[in-house]
């Protein structure tokens, strides 16, 4: 993605799309209003330590160098229910503070155990879990689909210009 | 004439610019006529206007999912299968052209050149002499005028310059055309089709679907500018290749290459200018839908394409003292024997074989089960059948557990699952005078014109043919050995199979039918309607292809009659 259109999409939020002419909804990233954010700079700073915990950078781009937390914080503005926003807000205060009363540091701050094992504690927490699965879902998501990994690791192919219907399956 | 209204005149006006439209404007405009093509949307030019048509699916913000926004201001748009955060552009939003449903029904409208024939799904199958002979034979409706000798020649046209693949399976229900090469099986469906052959002793062939897309460019093809269509599956936000047909790829642009043809969008029409006088239909009442302006235009012939509803609106709108009910509406018929299809059922299920086999590529279109039930004869319960889409495929699915390192290292090693089938019906439903549309004798649309009210609905006929089909098709899939049959009845409201038609029928009879066999109105004769509007009945196949074939039969009628001065 281009640095120039991940920072300005960071921007977006709720009726973003309302600007546009009537046939055009949906589509054009440059001719949307910006409007005020969902999250605050330092949420989403903390999402995008959230999304590299559960999608790390190894020897391939993580998920934080992908920016999936712009799609993800994306996704919970424009097409989540307002519970499910309220979920995803309170999930992150909860973390934070959670991370502040048993590290005494913020999540940011946390080295790569002590992350993994915040998240792991959200995922066996009857209140929390919502939020770390909604998370994760939408970290695998915006991972799977982001430019990266789609031209470089998994093979997409935009026009194949073929259909072969009986090829034998490849042993891996 | 005066020099003003002399540039209001033309030879010949089209209203619409969808499937049938398009088809009209090119035929006319190469037979040499001055025509005038409305439409009431925006203009979408081939290529320039498919914003969408080249992205990437990383390109889209939502990653093409609809947002929440959206689905709650159209609830009924959002049913559709092809809208989509890349395609929200090509559809109608339900605020804007409001219409009363007196029963639930999901009418699914593209305004822009083009119509829906930018997102249409591109099925063409021929009707066959079984499909024509049906009202008469089966007692509902009315006869048809024609019959498939009267059509095939000109299905044989359209498909040579659409561009139609297929293969020629010798089928009497499912008659042959001049197809470019098929699409590819895969060996699941094949295994599907082989079984059924065995089993049902070709009582119940499966074949692959006749599409319009173009697998080989022909000549005429490469004339009108389109290629060889690249397996992107994304065809209903515009193709830039020109790989499968649309009014904007292919006929409006050839329209305009004659240099005979006006297009002018933005141009809603009010109603029908019919003068006592002269007897005939002299022009349409325009308004701007930037403007809002009134404007008439002139025409010595006058096409109606406006698809299927919409044509019957303007119908009933274009009131005269001659046709205080609507033009040519003689007989109170107008507006009624609307009918549709009934795609309500699928059945879906696994396959445990073939496991060391699988696909590669796309291929924008799947088999397809022609109509087995009461084609020859009348054989169940409830009257005529279904057709069916049938496909087969394997997905794959990674493992998600944990975060971190494993985690991202199992989401790059997909795991091919087993095969999945599935099939939806498409079933017949019967004209019924009971099922009509007519204008609201209070609610207006934006334009001062009275909405549509609709009023149809499924009868027990239908339910019956669901019920066949979820049994048959079950059997058909045990039959082929596939493992956890499942099945589901969506309910939907008629509409969303965006196959509604009639309203304005074809038949022999003034007192019973709107249209004449040349698609002519009976009581006002340079007025004709070649869209869905005038099908006597629906049969099961998708429809466009039939109303390209009429369109191009019946332009070819109109002009002779012109030329003899007899309209």
Redesign the interface.
Known sequence: ?KRRNALK?VA?G??A??GLP????????DTVRQTTPLLSPRQDQLLAEIAE????T?DTP?AKELGVHT?IQ??VA????PKAQATFSKGLETLEATAQRTLGKSFAAADAAQR?SL??TLETDAEAKGFFQMV?NLT????????Y??TN??G??????????????KK? | MGDAKKQMTYDAIVIGSGISGGWAAKELCEKGLKTLVLERGRDVRHVTDYPTGMMNPWEFEHRNQLPLEIKQQNPIISKCYAFYEGTTHFFVKDAEHPYVQEKPFDWIRGYQVGGKSLMWARQTQRWSEYDFQGPARDGFAVDWPIRYADIAPWYSYVEKFAGISGNKDGLPQLPDGEFLPPHEWNCVEKHFSQQMAKHYKGGRPVIMGRAAHITQPKPIHLQQGRAQCQRREICERGCPYGGYFSSNSSTIPWAMKTGKMTLRPHSVVHSIIYDEQKGRATGVRVIDAETKQMTEFYARIIFVNAAALNTNLILLNSTSNRFPNGLGNDNGLLGKYVAFHNYRARVWAEYDGMLDSTTEGKRPNSPYIPRFRNVFKQETDFLRGYAAGFGAGRGSHTKQDGIGADLKASLLKPILGGWYVGSHMMGETIPKETNFVALDPNQKDPFGIPQLRVSVDYDDNDEKMVKDYLAQMTEMFTVAGFKNIQSSDSKQAPGLDIHEMGGVRMGKDPKTSLLNKWNQLHACKNVFVTDGACMTSTSTQNPSLTYMALTARAVDYAVKEMKKNLI
């Open positions: 993605m999409s977006l709720v009726g799309l309302a009537a046939w055009a909804n949906g589509w054009n990233r915990a559960i999608i790390p190894t993580g799609f994306k996704m424009d097409c989540y229910e993994t998240l792991k994760k695998i998501r915006g991972y799977l689909t982001s430019e990994v789609m690791l998994t997409f192919q935009m026009a194949p210009g073929y259909y072969k219907g009986c090829v034998p399956v891996s």
